[in-house]
């Protein structure tokens, strides 16, 4: 049975670990999975696969060393699934060319979208594997989430890091994932500053 893509799961919380493999694998996909951040790297060499979803913070190796790895050895693409999304961390995450960085708990109707959307992304040449983090240049209006973050930031005069986790926290709520929620919000935003009809 041919599944659609692997993934290489990475968190040293074995329950958040097993939630994760269950999930991915029961939709579909070939989960391989580490507990560890050397485990993960041992895995990525032997293992290739399509995407990797990781933790952040671990004992020894962290999710951004793992990602470091990945991007600058293997060519393979990355999220990041993590408790924390402060301003610090949120930097790190974009200097290391992740595709998303979901906020934990763990809620598979908020992965199973992002994990198919950056699917999407990479099979449909949206983000090229070997490309991952290399800046590029990109259409300013086609960020739904960077657009989002600046409205929000505007409406409710926040910074942008807190604007940015307030969209986390709708899109999880919602269970929709962090794009989907933005592309929501601004088609709200431009339906409201529409003109009248005659």
């Not at 507990?35 to 290739?48: K, S, V, Y």
């Not at 961390?89 to 950056?118: N, Y």
């Not at 940015?164 to 999880?172: D, F, H, K």
Request: proline content about 6%; overall charge negative.
């Amino acid at each position: 049975m041919s599944s659609k893509g692997k993934i290489l799961v990475v968190d040293d919380d074995r329950l958040v670990l097993a939630t994760l493999t269950h999930g991915l694998s029961a939709a579909g996909y070939a989960v391989v999975d580490a507990d560890n951040g050397d485990d993960a790297i041992l895995e990525a060499r032997t293992r290739r696969p399509d995407l990797a979803l990781l933790d952040i913070r671990m004992e020894g190796k962290s999710g951004f060393d793992v990602a470091a790895y990945l991007r600058e050895h293997g060519s393979v693409p990355f999220m990041f699934l993590s408790a924390f999304s402060d301003a610090a961390t949120v930097a790190q995450v974009r200097a290391l060319g992740a595709l998303d960085h979901l906020i934990k708990p763990v809620d598979m109707r908020q992965i199973l979208p992002a994990v198919e959307a950056a699917f999407k992304r990479i099979r449909g040449g949206v983000e090229p594997v070997a490309e991952v983090g290399a800046p590029r240049p990109r259409d300013p209006l086609s960020d739904p989430v960077a657009i989002a973050v600046g409205v929000v930031m505007h409406r409710h005069s926040l910074p942008r890091a807190v604007a940015l986790e307030r969209l986390r926290r709708l899109a999880t709520h919602h269970g929709r994932a962090l794009e989907a929620e933005c592309e929501q919000l601004l088609a709200a935003v431009e339906l409201l500053s529409a003109p009248a009809a005659p």
